[in-house]
Each structure stands twice: as C-alpha cells, then as structure tokens.
C-alpha cells in the first residue's frame, strides 16, 4: 500500500495533518473523488444542453476530498471541495447538493479561491445563497441542504468541516430539486424560481 492511500485510509484517532493547496484545493497527500457531468442526471434544468455535454467527453463538474474518520459525533471530517468553472445552457457548473442524514447538524465552509455562492434551503421553506469569495466563510446552520455554485471562470475552491457522522441524504434533492437556481443572464449571475421545483415531500 503506498503512503498516500495508508494515509487516506488511517482512522483518524491520533493526530495528524493534511496538505491542501490553497489554490488548487488539490492534495499531495490524498486522491479526490471526481463527480462527472453525467452522475448528475436531472439535477440541471437544461437536459438537452446536459445530454450534448455528456456525448461531447463527459466532463468532470466537480471533486472533493472524504477523509476516513469514524463514524462518531467526536469527530470532524474536513477537507476540500473544487468546482470547475462552467456551465449547463444557463446554469452554472454545481455540485450535487444533499441534506445531512442527521438532519441537525451544521458544516462549515471556507473559500480559499474562486467565487461563487453556497445555495441553502430547510425544509422549513427558507431558503439563502451566500456568497464565496477569498477569505469568506459561509455557515450552513442545521437542518440546511447546501450545494456549491461556481459563476467564476476558474476553479471555486473551498474547505469544509462537518461532524463526522453528519451523513449525505441526496434523495430528497435527487427528486424534487433545489428551490432555486443559479444561472448566467448576460454574463452576471441571477438567483431565480426552479421551474422543476416541487412543493411536495
Ligand atoms: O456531496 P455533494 O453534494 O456531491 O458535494 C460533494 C462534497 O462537497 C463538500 O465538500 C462536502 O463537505 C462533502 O461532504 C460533499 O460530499
Ligand atoms: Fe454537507
């Protein structure tokens, strides 16, 4: 086993620490999981754009680094997130999205590059699209489902940190969506309705 996968598989009950760089979100120490554009179908309003995209080389939208910690309220898993610059027809490149499965707790996310916005809803119908630039830190407060946004044109590059038995629920976004959308008019970007969205749980 090599000392990078060593790394990437310890349990994290002693101390240890872990290179990202700060404007890649990239790490020497450990390997990303990639999100391609075609593991995200029907989560984009445009399926023919999606569709087109895919048969033209199936781009990776996104990657993100999941640490192997314990599945315990004791601990915090943390590491980074990048989102590619682009976008589907009008929507710009985005992560899945996903609810914690303990619904109750929080994460925290700082931008360490890029700009664009974490896009939050509770169940509850209040609904915020914070803003990533350098240097801002964004609060998903519990109970809030969040997705990452990229409207820049070069990686957005975030660090998070969430209890490490939070869990992902991506069902409950999978079929009804997200509220709202992020998406270009005119090269500026504009927060509007999901016309897909569905009201029912
Ligand atoms: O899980 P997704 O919505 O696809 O986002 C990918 C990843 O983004 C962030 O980095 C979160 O902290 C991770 O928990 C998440 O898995
Ligand atoms: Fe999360």
Not at 42 to 51: H, I, L, T, V
Not at 123 to 147: I, N, S, T
Not at 159 to 165: G, K, L, M, N, S
Request: charged fraction near 25%; charge should be negative.
């Amino acid at each position: 086993m090599s000392q990078a996968n060593e790394k990437a598989n310890r349990i994290a009950t002693l101390p240890f620490s872990a290179h990202f760089d700060l404007a890649s979100g990239l790490s020497n120490d450990y390997s990303s999981t990639k999100r391609p554009l075609s593991k995200m179908l029907g989560m984009y309003s445009d399926a023919e754009a999606f569709q087109v995209l895919v048969e033209a080389g199936d781009p990776d939208v996104y990657e993100f680094y999941e640490l192997t910690m314990p599945d315990s309220a004791n601990e915090l898993l943390f590491g980074t997130s990048i989102v590619y610059p682009g976008r589907v027809g009008r929507e710009y490149y985005m992560t899945k999205g996903h609810f914690h499965t303990i619904l109750d707790t929080p994460e925290v996310y700082y931008c360490l590059n890029g700009q664009g916005y974490m896009l939050m809803e509770n169940p509850e119908g209040d609904w915020k699209a914070e803003r990533f630039l350098p240097g801002q830190a964004v609060y998903v407060p519990p109970r809030y489902a969040h997705r990452s946004i990229n409207t820049g044109d070069v990686p957005l590059v975030t660090f998070f940190v969430y209890r490490a038995d939070s869990g992902h629920d991506y069902g409950t976004l999978e079929t009804k969506g997200f509220r709202k959308l992020i998406v270009d008019r005119n090269g500026q970007p504009e927060i509007v309705d999901n016309p897909k969205w569905s009201g029912e749980r």
